[in-house]
């Protein structure tokens, strides 16, 4: 079970969080996408060996959206950080 | 009946207190223990030769080792709430009166009738299962039944298990695996540099290997450093635990198994299941001891060696007293000696050296018979060993030499580490030739194998180890005996008649690998598939290495290119009572309640579970089953009118200068127009355009919103609006809070509900002008901040009713009291269903995660001109192309027909030719007002088949009725009631 280190509550087990998905799939503007750019935003995901960004919710905690960098072998962590700070 | 303990040594037995004598019952006979025994030993020094029987072919087995690699002594303890199967009679300790039972066979382990299946084992290969029984396929849940009765493991218990278990979580900077040399030197070293340890050992006693000898030396070594670590307040030392898993980040499960140790105790659990969060890992788990193979090596009295000497020393009891001892290094002498001191007549030594130096001089000096370069080729007896089938063996050639009569054969394939943490801990693996094993390779990843684990076998060399690892310092390379003149033990010519088996449990033999090498079987994870090899409850540990070995033979592989197959948690069986813990009923499931839970009890409710909520389904006082008071309920609400409790439904506040924006991004539908004081009903999609959940939303302020969702989605739709907004659109000021529990809510509906709100709050102007559809005034009761919303799901006039959640008892009450005057009813969830399915209105079942707005005649309330979740996908090409499920009511063909659970909807008859399902029910109910059977579905294209007649069919209940496509809104088409 993963130790995750939440930026506002400290490490906390895997339990606590919810997953969230890929974290560099960006939203594109709906009004200025073709049908195969939203498809692939809604449907198309990649499933890296190695280096991963994920969007993770501390929703037994701050209920925070964090967005982790994990080793999809090693389930080593390396940077975590709020995603609401990582885009403004 | 007298009772004895023939094979019991006159004095000795670590582990044991001869002070004491004490009995249980095996297969309903009585036997004799000391306390401190094993089911294994005790069982051993009362002579009896069979305790189990083999999984596929029903063979007689007797224990084969000391520990939890035993593959055949599989028992079944206790009996009713306390039966526990499949226990491993080596790890066991016996209980005074406890009653164990053999298993897996018919009458019982000593008489099976199912051993027939034995004589008919050539008819029986790998994968005979499998190909048998493949014909038809239809017929394979017919065999299954027959097959499972006859190969199986100990009966599952059918009462709730009686025992308490429980949980623990602690962190601790060293976690070490075992508590032989190699782990108490490490757990002395940490400790003594000031690490928090935990300590664990699988025995009820410290010291692993060096409790299957007696030295002067390591006894001596064993009683200080006991002492010592005794003395560590930061060391804990926790006996009869053993590591079971091993997690990422360093989280490690660990079976403690209570009771067995300390004794049945008030108030303490049987099992405590540990995790375990550490800074190192060490695996001091110990080698593990392999067989030979030869003809018959299976049979009761054929075991290994070094467990046979352990059961002397540790309990005390002698396996056989004329043993033939086998093996191929020094080890079998000092076990030959073991067994004389302890007054045995060793028959003979079977060295499979043909030059085995001067341990063997030394012995054969004292005038046991000595055999060099010499094999075990059979195993005779069919019950019980009687005789082993020696045969010279060199490079030159093989002749049989002598049957030499035993009541034992002890064998000794060498040790291989233990590798399952290590494996599991994701630590790489290198074969070595010199030990005929594969090695752990060190990691630098927080754990480390030491000893025994690591392929040092040697005390000293185990104490250094120890004490490095524990002082976290790099060990030195291994000291690994070289190549030698040692045949690994699988390397063994078959000379001689007689089954050779790898895996005990599973039966699985040197010929069924053959077998599966020649069928093109190449991968080891395919051959354990197969071949069941090593799929038991002693994880392959002594024959995952020769099967391997064999394979590797087969298919001209080397070994250290065959790989190992995967392993993983646990080591050992773990009981779910102990990963259940004290999660078991109530505790496990946890139950919410609404403020006026008790009152509902007290009106007879019969509750039931949505989401963590229990809500009322009905009352009983409405009628007798729930299909009786649900028509009592729905015809009163619309006749005069009723009340139900709906705190469950979600609510969330949302607030802030961009709050309009941010739900009209959240929703199909414009919110940001919302006058203070209106609500409006809302959808909201997933990004993919399904619909994700409704509600409706009120502007309760400038800049604040009151929004509702279902009861089912409330937190995934909390979660959603939250990655809304820190996500999708981090720029905006919003706030957002889930207040589900600080309001207490009550529906009020039915022609006469203006009535009771009036009475309720006598100076509240109720008229429409105030409190028109989708309005809303805040006033107080009790008070208390009370708001009084105007929404509708029943279709009736009707209003929602909210109040601080420790007021809503009482808010509870006094509209029972002023509803009862009225001549209005209190009704329950499967009511509000009936009441929302003649109106036509959706719910989950409606919402299923497929549908979009257009599909449940809902797409009038998506914005096209505006950005909101889920928008876009809607003009994606698929959602418009014809065949889509839409959402229709039914009325059924018979009145008081009731729809089958799960119907499909097929266009004719079920009593033609079979036919594809153009849709499905999604909600039924009968209709009191319309007083007929009434659904809603989704069928194919259904918008434009009203009108038709389908059939709603079940072929797995046989039930077919006919219905007629209607509009889902079934009454008030045109609202009036509503807005009465």
């Not at chain 2, 004491?20 to 009896?48: V, W, Y």
């Not at chain 2, 060099?372 to 089938?389: F, P, S, Y």
């Not at chain 2, 529906?747 to 203006?754: M, T, Y």
């Not at chain 2, 309005?775 to 909210?802: A, D, K, P, Q, W």
Request: proline share 5%; with cysteine; glycine share 10%.
């Amino acid at each position: 079970m993963l130790l995750i280190p939440c930026p506002h509550c400290g490490p906390r087990p895997e339990t606590e969080f919810v997953y969230g998905g890929d974290a560099r799939v960006k939203r594109p503007d709906p009004s200025n996408s073709s049908d195969e750019q939203w498809a692939a935003y809604i449907y198309e995901r990649e499933n890296p060996k190695g280096q991963h960004q994920e969007l993770w919710l501390h929703s037994a905690g701050c209920h925070l959206w964090l967005i982790i960098e994990r080793d999809t072998v090693t389930h080593a962590i390396g940077s975590v950080r709020a995603a609401r700070e990582d885009q403004q | 009946m007298k009772v004895s303990q023939p094979n019991r040594t006159s004095k000795g037995g670590r582990l044991i207190d001869r002070g004491k004598t004490c009995e249980f019952q095996f297969d309903k006979r009585t036997i004799l223990f000391h306390p401190g025994d094993s089911i294994a030993s005790a069982l051993l020094a009362s002579g009896r030769p069979i305790i189990g029987r083999s999984f596929k072919l029903h063979r007689p087995r007797g224990v084969y080792a000391l520990g939890t690699d035993e593959p055949n002594a599989l028992v079944t303890t206790g009996f009713g709430p306390s039966l526990t199967p499949n226990q491993r009679a080596t790890v066991t300790l016996v209980e005074e009166g406890m009653s164990v039972s053999g298993q897996n066979a018919w009458p019982n382990v000593q008489n099976d009738l199912f051993g027939l299946l034995d004589r008919a084992r050539s008819l029986l290969p790998a994968g005979f299962y499998y190909k048998t029984f493949m014909w038809p396929p239809s017929q394979w849940l017919r065999y299954e039944g027959q097959i499972r009765k006859m190969a199986g493991l100990g009966p599952p218990p059918v009462e709730a298990d009686s025992a308490r278990y429980a949980h623990r979580n602690v962190h601790t900077d060293v976690l070490i695996a075992g508590a032989g040399p190699a782990g108490l030197s490490a757990a002395l070293a940490a400790g003594e540099a000031g690490q928090d340890v935990i300590l664990a050992s699988c025995s009820q006693a410290l010291g692993g290997g060096l409790l299957n000898h007696q030295n002067a030396v390591t006894d001596k070594w064993l009683a200080e450093i006991t002492k010592k670590l005794e003395a560590l307040p930061n060391v804990q030392i926790m006996k009869m635990t053993t590591v079971v898993g091993v997690y990422e980040h360093n989280l490690f499960t660990l079976s403690e198994r209570v009771a067995m140790r300390d004794g049945r105790i008030e108030g303490q659990p049987e099992e405590r299941f540990w995790q375990v969060r550490s800074g190192r890992f060490i695996i001091a788990a110990g080698g593990i001891e392999r067989p030979l193979l030869f003809g018959d090596n299976d049979r009761p009295g054929v075991m290994l060696a070094g467990a046979a000497s352990g059961y002397i020393w540790r309990y005390g009891v002698m396996v056989g007293k004329s043993p033939v001892i086998t093996g191929a290094d020094d080890r079998i002498y000092a076990i030959a000696r073991d067994f004389l001191d302890a007054g045995a007549n060793v028959r003979a030594v079977v060295d499979l050296r043909e030059e085995p130096g001067a341990m063997a001089d030394l012995l054969a000096a004292e005038g046991v018979r000595v055999e060099r370069g010499a094999i075990v080729a059979r195993a005779h007896g069919r019950r019980r060993v009687n005789a082993a089938e020696v045969w010279r063996y060199s490079k030159s050639g093989a002749n049989k030499l002598e049957l030499i009569s035993t009541d034992a054969i002890l064998t000794s394939g060498g040790y291989g580490p233990a590798l399952q943490l290590h494996a599991q801990a994701r630590g790489k693996l290198n074969w070595n030739a010199g030990l005929n094993a594969f090695v752990p390779v060190d990691n630098s990843d927080g754990h480390i194998s030491i000893g025994g684990a690591r392929g040092s076998f040697d005390f000293d060399t185990a104490i250094s180890e120890g004490l490095s690892a524990g002082r976290n310092e790099i060990l030195p390379a291994p000291v690994l005996s070289d190549a030698t003149n040692v045949p690994a033990p699988w390397d063994l010519p078959k000379l001689s008649k007689g089954t050779r088996f790898v895996d005990f449990q599973n039966d699985v033999a040197d010929k069924d690998i053959e077998l599966a090498a020649r069928e093109g079987y190449r991968s080891i994870e395919h051959v354990k598939r197969y071949t069941t090899l090593g799929m038991g409850t002693d994880q392959g540990r002594a024959a995952g290495p020769i099967g391997l070995a064999l394979l590797a033979a087969a298919t001209g592989q080397e070994i250290a290119d065959t790989g190992v197959t995967t392993f993983r948690p646990p080591t050992t069986p773990v009981t779910f009572g102990a990963v259940a813990g004290a999660t078991m009923g109530e505790v496990g499931h946890a139950i919410r309640r609404t403020a006026a839970d008790k009152f509902h009890e007290a009106q007879g409710a019969s509750f039931i579970d949505a989401g963590l909520w229990r809500r009322p389904r009905f009352y009983k006082a409405n009628g007798a089953t729930v299909g009786e008071a649900y028509r009592t309920e729905a015809a009163s609400v619309r006749e005069s009118g009723g009340i139900i409790d709906v705190s469950t439904l979600g609510k969330i506040d949302v607030q802030g200068p961009d709050a309009g924006i941010f739900l009209d991004k959240l929703y199909t539908n414009r919110m940001s127009s919302l006058r203070l004081g209106r609500g409006r009903y809302g959808l909201m999609l997933r990004e993919d355009g399904r619909i994700f959940d409704d509600g409706v939303v009120f502007r309760i302020g400038e800049n604040r919103f009151h929004l509702s969702c279902t009861t089912g989605g409330a937190s995934a739709v909390f979660q959603h609006i939250e990655h809304a907004l820190q996500v999708l659109w981090p720029g905006l000021e919003v706030y957002v809070t889930p207040v589900t529990e600080e309001w207490f809510a009550v529906a009020v509906s039915g022609p006469l509900a203006r009535d009771l709100l009036a009475n309720l709050l006598p100076d509240l102007d109720v008229t429409n002008a105030t409190l028109p559809l989708m309005g809303m005034v805040e006033t107080t009761l009790f008070n208390r901040r009370l708001r009084v919303m105007r929404i509708s799901y029943s279709g009736e006039l009707s209003y929602e009713i909210n109040i601080s959640a420790d007021w809503g008892a009482a808010l509870w009450q006094r509209l029972c009291e002023l509803s009862s005057k009225l001549g209005m009813i209190t009704y329950g969830t499967e009511a509000m269903g009936a009441l929302r399915i003649e109106k036509g209105h959706i719910t989950h079942a409606e919402a299923d995660g497929r549908t979009i707005p257009d599909d449940v005649g809902l797409g009038g309330l998506v914005d096209k001109k505006k950005d909101a979740i889920g928008i876009r996908s809607l003009s994606l090409p698929f959602f418009s192309e014809a065949g889509r499920k839409q959402l229709v009511g039914l009325v059924v063909g018979d009145q008081k027909a009731s729809v089958p659970i799960g119907g499909q909807i097929i266009a004719k008859d079920a009593g033609s030719a079979s036919q594809p399902s153009i849709g499905h029910v999604t909600s039924w109910a009968y209709s009191s007002e319309l007083e007929r059977t009434i659904a809603l579905a989704l069928i194919k294209n259904g918008h434009s088949m009203v009108g038709e007649k389908v059939f709603i069919v079940s072929p797995v209940m046989e039930e077919s009725v006919e219905a007629k496509v209607v509009d889902p809104v079934f009454i008030d088409k045109e609202g009036t009631r509503i807005r009465a």
